[in-house]
T-cell receptor, first 110, second 112 residues
Framework: KNEVEQSPQNLTAQEGEFITINCSYS?????LHWLQQHPGGGIVSLFM???GKKKHGRLIATINIQEKHSSLHITASHPRDSAVYIC????????????FGRGTQLTVWP | DAMVIQNPRYQVTQFGKPVTLSCSQT?????MYWYQQKSSQAPKLLFH???????NEADTPDNFQSRRPNTSFCFLDIRSPGLGDAAMYLC???????????FGPGTRLLVL
């Protein structure tokens, strides 16, 4: 079983819809990351969280340490949000190493 | 702009012919990482450098080597590429290893 699980694996939405991607993990962590990967490969770091909630534009990330769960929300989705969204965690015991989820392919239709 | 640069963006090599992928950064970060990402899979860490200290993942094949001659540059050498080594290779950096990682655009390797 992967230490980091994401759901759903694929997500299709209509422009303007509110989107939620979930991530759960089974190990102790020092931080959780949400990453975005567009076709062509480049990865962009969206958020790094160790507690609570962060917001950047239309993106909101939350984490519940007790429940070992994080969510990424996109409000007013747009076709340019179409990408793979990856959850990854830093385990406290291993400096720098990220443990990745398998990613969620998001497609937003106009 | 400070960034992570990878060259080339696309590399075609022949089975068994050594290939070197390059990563440079203008962020002056201490830590540099090499990841391998195969189609529809999560990135897999191959190794990382904390300054000059090299850290190899236990399951990284011996066929993969790395060099970091200075803070700015890191190289991935594949000594004898096999068909299974065709993948996207991603370089990333971070300040201390406990912070956000900044990724380069990747090099897509094709092995013929």
């Amino acid at each position: 079983k992967n230490e980091v699980e994401q759901s759903p694996q694929n997500l299709t939405a209509q422009e303007g819809e509110f989107i939620t991607i979930n991530c759960s993990y089974s190990v102790g962590i020092s931080a959780l990351h949400w990453l975005q990967q567009h076709p062509g490969g480049g990865i962009v770091s969206l958020f790094m969280l160790s507690s609570g909630k962060k917001k950047h534009g239309r993106l909101i990330a939350t984490i519940n340490i007790q429940e070992k769960h994080s969510s990424l929300h996109i409000t007013a989705s747009h076709p340019r949000d179409s990408a793979v969204y990856i959850c990854a965690v830093n385990r406290g015991s291993t400096l720098g190493r990220l443990y990745f989820g398998r990613g969620t392919q998001l497609t937003v239709w106009p | 702009d400070a960034m992570v640069i990878q060259n080339p963006r696309y590399q075609v090599t022949q089975f068994g012919k050594p290939v070197t992928l390059s990563c440079s950064q203008t962020l002056n970060h201490n830590v540099m990482y090499w990841y391998q990402q195969k189609s529809s899979q999560a990135p897999k860490l191959l190794f990382h450098y904390y300054d000059k200290d090299f850290n190899n993942e236990a399951d990284t094949p011996d066929n993969f080597q790395s060099r970091r001659p200075n803070t700015s540059f890191c190289f991935l050498d594949i000594r004898s590429p096999g068909l299974g080594d065709a993948a996207m290779y991603l370089c990333a950096t971070s300040t201390t290893g406990r912070e956000t990682q900044y990724f380069g655009p990747g090099t897509r390797l094709l092995v013929l």
